[in-house]
């Protein structure tokens, strides 16, 4: 029989929370997300990582205190979750699979706690407070010794629930930190907490002892109320950011509606379904799968997957999103992917990967964790010795008082708080990144280069004009692009598609078509009611003037052998393309256009950006190794480069720039390789993007900048005795909270 934890070995539990891939070779590896409970400070994360990758299978593992959670990669044929688990619960920390209904219960556990122990700490440090009033506010002499032992005598017993009910997870944290052989931040703060309490008992006790007889019961209480206060409010914006992951793995409906071969319907579970499944979609529910719409007429709500704020009309043969939500009328769909396939799950993916990942600032910040608490340690050790010799009666007063200001907790939340803030903020706008590293990269971004087909376009081509030969017959320009969109519709080439998209005249248009063919390579033939023969393709196949085609892509009409009209394409720039290349031009970013497409097409793209053709700003007939030799050479020049793309041809590109990103509507490769992804597909979103990372970096200085002020400014006045142990507490406190709204401000 299967324990609890052992449950979570059977594959179809684990597809709530872990993805599968089958790696060069067949080899099958899983990547499972894990939700870690008691991790207080960056320097927890290391030993999570520590004890799961020491555990056999595990290929890597990567944790983030920030976010408490951790993605695991592991081979299932060497391991199974239970043991990852069971690894994290060996190195003093809990671990839960990454699913909505076991993190909201996680969450709903973590806060009622933490409101207790800040409830009780707070309590009790107001109560400490009015028995230790009237030693602070008696003349000296005025109270009996009796009496203020008395007082203290109470205040002692008041600490004590303080002491080991809500200073637990400081003492917990740092005897953690201790048998991993690593100093921790709450080392320094378990410390300061004990040597008050040692101290003050001594002085409650036996004051004419050791110890002396001041006592510091109230400013025990009241540090550790600040610092759970400010705990909790981090831990409040921590759940905040997990609610608005859940609700992007939450849009997926619990089962869906199949129809089988007979028409008849069942309901089963997402896991169950296939590609090629039908499945129907009552209103308000959300798609199960990616997939084309086969019957019925709705729109779609994609906004928390694209940004797209408006209802997205669709129709027959319109592709549909999973999680996307069914807004309209019922409809019959058509399953293409499923799972991890998705779209939906690889946008689940990037932002759980987002979470873990360790950017440059916060690895730098973690390499002088350790020196600097050591370095905290020694200075406290030297103040109480200096002070032993100054004025022994106050050395445990400015021992806690070094202990508890120099904890650098702000420190530690000074860059992944922000960059964690400024990536939700993207996925907002559209904008989804795998590596918060981007971040950086975006805000000193230098160089853009830019794919045309699929990216600064929107791939398909649209019917630009018809220029109507001088013996065209009776029939007008706009007649005969009429004529020939309908005889189009016989036909499945991308032009023929094009004559039949917007604006092509097609719709009303009236021809009984027969003995209609399609020649490979040259076009359509059909004659019509009158027995005409006529001709939509090449301009050798039509009679067209083969001598006056130019590099523009075009196609002929012609009835019975003679040319009526030349039918011009163009690709079409999406909407914001235009002013998005302005606006980063204006913002000093150089946008350089590259394409394997024929150069006339990206000297007229080029043009209409406003970019000089035939320059380095804008090259076309490039095979992927030349793009790869541009990218190369800007970065040879010390510039920091990015690129946006959309093919698979861009993916050997994107994984060189300094910054890369995928179109949504892009290959799957491509989207693999990128640092993020455009879901939206709105370029304006990319310059969005650039404008909260540039802010992101400026909180991350600003949060630095107070930390190291704070540092500067307190330390001091407790090596010199002026700072007391509450007020050095309410410093620091107040230090990781101003750190933490500070960052917040990137989420509006």
Known sequence: MLTPIGVLDDTAEMAAFTRWETRAGGQRTAESALRIQGMHCAACAPTVERALRATRGVIDARVSAAAQCATVRWDPAATRVSLLLAAVEASGYRALPDTAAASRNARQAEARTALWRLFVAGFCAMQIMMLATPAYVSAPGELPADQKQLLDWGSWLLTLPVLWFSAAPFFAGAWRALRARRIGMDVPVALGIAVAFIASSGAAFDPGGTFGHEVWFDSLAMFVSFLLGGRYLEMQARHRAERALEDSCQRLPAAALRVAADGSVESVSLHRLVPGDRVRVPVGQSFAADGVLLEGVTAADESLLTGESRPVAKRPGDALVAGSLNLQAPVLMRVD???????????????????????????????????????????AGLAAAAWSQIDPGRVWWVLVSVLIVTCPCALSLAAPSALIAAAGTMSRRGLLLRRLDAIQGLAR????????????????????????????????????????????????????????????????????????????????????????????????????????????????????????????????????????????????????????????????????????????????????????????????????????????????????????????????????????????????????????????????????????????????????????????????????????????????
């Open 337 to 379: 992917r499923v799972g991890a396939d998705t779209r939906h799950e690889a946008i689940v993916a990037m932002m759980r990967a987002a979470r873990t990942q360790r950017p440059t600032l916060l690895a730098t910040a973690d390499r002088w964790a350790a020196p600097f608490l050591w370095g905290v340690l020694l200075l």
């Open 445 to 748: 971004l230098q160089t853009l280069f830019i794919d045309k087909t699929g990216t600064l376009t929107e791939g398909a081509l649209v019917c630009s004009g018809v220029d109507r030969l001088v013996d065209g017959g009776p029939h007008d320009a706009a007649s005969l692009q009429r004529i020939a969109a309908s005889l189009a519709a016989w036909s499945s080439h991308p032009l023929a598609q094009a004559l039949q998209g917007p604006g092509s005249g097609a719709q009303g248009s009236e021809h009984a078509w027969r003995d209609v063919h399609e020649q490979p390579g040259q076009g359509l033939e059909a004659r019509d009611a009158e027995g005409r023969c006529w001709r939509l393709g090449s301009a050798r196949w039509t009679g067209g003037d083969a001598d006056a085609q130019d590099e523009r892509v075009s196609t002929w009409l012609a009835c019975d052998g003679r040319a009526l009209a030349r039918l011009r394409f163009d690709e079409r720039l999406r909407d914001d393309a235009i002013a998005a290349v302005h606006a980063l031009q204006a913002d000093g970013v150089q946008v350089r256009l590259l394409s394997g497409d024929a150069p006339a097409r990206v000297r007229q793209v080029a043009a209409q950006l406003g970019l000089a053709a035939g320059t380095d700003s804008a090259l076309g007939g490039l095979a992927p190794d030349e793009k790869l030799a541009a990218i190369a050479a800007a970065q040879q020049r010390g510039e920091i480069v990015a690129m946006l793309g959309d093919g698979i041809n861009d993916a050997p590109v994107i994984a060189r720039a300094d910054v890369s990103i995928a179109m949504g509507a892009g290959s799957a490769l491509t989207r693999t390789q990128a640092d993020g992804v455009l879901v939206s597909n709105r370029l304006q979103d990319l310059v969005h993007a650039r404008g909260i990372a540039r802010r992101a970096l400026r909180v991350v200085q600003q949060n630095l900048a107070w930390a190291a002020a704070y540092n500067a400014t307190c330390i001091p006045l407790a090596l010199l005795g002026w700072l007391p142990p509450w007020a050095a507490g309410l410093g620091m406190a107040a230090s990781s909270l101003f750190v933490v709204l500070n960052s917040l401000r990137l989420t509006r």
